[in-house]
């Protein structure tokens, strides 16, 4: 093939290609406009999903409120196994002002006591005194302390090393506890107005033993309703929809303490 004849093929074959890209873009051009159009004019529906849980609230939040039943642990590692005076001072205590209340004990924190206690649909306050021995809590009833608390219910600590040594166990906080720290201890106005305690007395003896957190140690979103000088004496915590809440007198007297017994039945109606 001569020179000339081989130029005249690479031009018709440039030319050839020109025409097939012209019309290639022109054709995506095309689609691209219609593609626009229909984003332009396409108004998608929006879809809605049922939530898998409804919070439905399972006690009262007004101030005259205070539960009808309550669980009290007193088993081998309190003070109040086998001791039914103490028990006894300690349910007055509870239903003073409230006597059609209820307050119910068990003696284990195995799995199947503790999962009775915590599938009880018509109570929704247990409360742990303090400890003579720190307690071993299986996995089992850990994880149903959890969802109790989880579901909308308050559970309540009394002062103890333990007692907080174990919310951190099951609940993964890290607090400190208050080796000492002198009372008295005085209402926190910050955390306290709109709540019950805002009635209660402003300011609590150092009546009792008293085991105090420190109040940097308290988990996010923690209110620290009495304290002095950094050592929280009593506080809660939401968890999820319910409570944790902490009183630092272990109440072993139940003389001589009306204060701390005001404060102990504002947080069992929390």
């Not at 040594?165 to 000492?180: D, H, K, P, S, T």
């Not at 988990?219 to 506080?235: A, I, K, T």
Request: with cysteine; hydrophobic share 40%.
């Amino acid at each position: 093939m001569s020179g000339r004849s081989l130029a005249l093929l690479l031009v018709g074959l440039c030319a050839f290609a020109l025409a097939v890209f012209s019309i290639t873009k022109e054709k995506s051009s095309n689609e691209l406009e219609q593609q626009t159009a229909m984003v332009a004019t396409y108004t998608p529906q929006q879809k809605t999903t049922e939530l898998k849980a409804v919070w439905k609230k399972l006690r009262s939040e007004d101030f005259g409120f205070y539960p009808d039943r309550v669980w009290l642990y007193a088993g081998r590692e309190t003070y109040l196994y086998g001791r039914g005076k103490e028990i006894g001072d300690l349910k007055s205590v509870l239903r003073k002002g409230h006597y059609e209340t209820e307050v119910m004990t068990f003696e284990s924190i195995r799995p199947a006591p503790v999962r009775a206690v915590c599938w009880d649909k018509s109570t929704h306050v247990i409360i742990f005194p303090p400890f003579t021995e720190y307690p071993d809590v299986h996995e089992i009833a850990k994880t149903d302390l959890r969802s109790y608390v989880s579901t909308g219910n308050n559970i309540v600590f009394l002062g103890g090393f333990a007692s907080i040594g174990l919310m951190n166990e099951i609940f993964g906080f890290r607090l400190q506890a208050e080796v000492y720290q002198e009372g008295p201890f005085y209402r926190n106005e910050r955390y306290a107005k709109g709540t019950i305690f805002e009635f209660l007395p402003s300011r609590l003896g150092e009546d009792g033993l008293i085991y105090g957190c420190k109040y940097s140690s308290l988990p996010p979103g923690g209110r620290c309703y009495y304290d002095s000088l950094g050592d929280c004496v009593v506080w809660s915590v939401r968890y999820d929809f319910g409570m944790i809440t902490y009183v630092a007198n272990n109440m072993l007297t139940a003389f001589h303490m009306d204060a701390w017994h005001k404060v102990l039945r504002a947080a069992v109606s929390i």
